[in-house]
């Protein structure tokens, strides 16, 4: 009876074990899963606050330089699984505080703009500004990948202010003209197909396609300031009159 009454007692034991062991292993899971939440909030926090900086720019440089030179603004959060692949392959063990430490592109923009110059003078305008850091610079417009591809990519650094905290988040702002992002789209879109043909042909032709647009985007840009030196260079009359002709008033 005793025996019985021991090998019972021990049954509940390990049974207890087992439960508080898994009752704690579901505690990490859930704090993990909500600290991963939480910093995928701070990251899209940091990307309105991108957002609104380059869109106030965009407000200002239309009445400054009578044009907006940004054509669109596009945001986007790397996924969950993108994310856990990616310090997958940097051999880190993934955790909320080694992703925000780690990765520079868990979020992302993508500005499109006009011309060629108009990427330069947002990127100056952006990095420029008080509470903007800027960690790193990747310049494939001057010196573009191997296959073409061109885009100025910026890291920087953003204070975003919540209730109780402040915390600097890190944003990746790529910049590139309308050319350039049409490359980009498509060659990313065949670069996924599988079993592609003559793959060396197909590189060699997409290259040739990113140097031809290159080459317009430095036209399109010539063309301009042409265009602009050409012009008459409006009064300040002129100016003020134009500026007076934006401004709708609301009467209640």
């Keep these: 009876m005793n025996e019985h009454l021991n090998n019972q007692k021990a049954l509940s034991e390990i ?22 939440q939480e910093l995928l909030m701070r990251y899209t926090c940091a990307l309105k ?31 969950a699984s993108s994310i856990m692949e990616k310090m997958e392959r940097l051999g880190v063990k993934f955790s909320p505080a080694n992703v925000e430490q780690t990765l520079n592109d868990v979020a992302g923009v993508r500005v499109i703009c006009s011309y060629l110059d108009d990427i330069y003078t947002l990127a100056d305008a952006l990095t420029r500004q008080d509470d903007v850091t800027l960690l790193r ?7 573009p990948k191997p296959n073409g591809y061109r885009s100025l990519h910026l890291i920087v650094s953003i204070p975003v202010f919540f209730a109780e905290s402040k915390r600097n988040m890190k944003v990746e702002v790529q910049i590139r003209t309308v050319a350039m992002d049409y490359w ?13 043909p003559d793959e060396g042909e197909i590189t060699a032709g997409l290259k040739a396609c990113a140097e031809e647009m290159a080459g317009i985007d430095q036209r399109m840009l010539d063309i301009r300031r042409r265009i602009e030196e050409c012009s008459e260079k409006p009064t300040e009359d002129e100016i003020l009159l134009e500026k007076l002709q934006k401004i709708s008033f609301k009467v209640e």
Excluded: C, G, W
């Design 15 to 36: 049974q207890d074990t087992v439960a508080m062991a898994m009752m704690n292993t579901s505690r990490r899971l859930v704090t993990a899963v909500v600290d991963f």
């Design 49 to 79: 606050e991108i957002q609104t900086k380059l869109e106030v720019l965009n407000t200002e440089y239309n009445v400054r330089m009578r044009r907006n030179p940004i054509v669109s603004i596009h945001t986007r959060l790397k996924q």
């Design 137 to 143: 610079t990747k310049d494939y417009i001057r010196t």
């Design 184 to 196: 980009a789209e498509l060659e990313h879109q065949l670069r996924y197909k599988q079993e592609v």
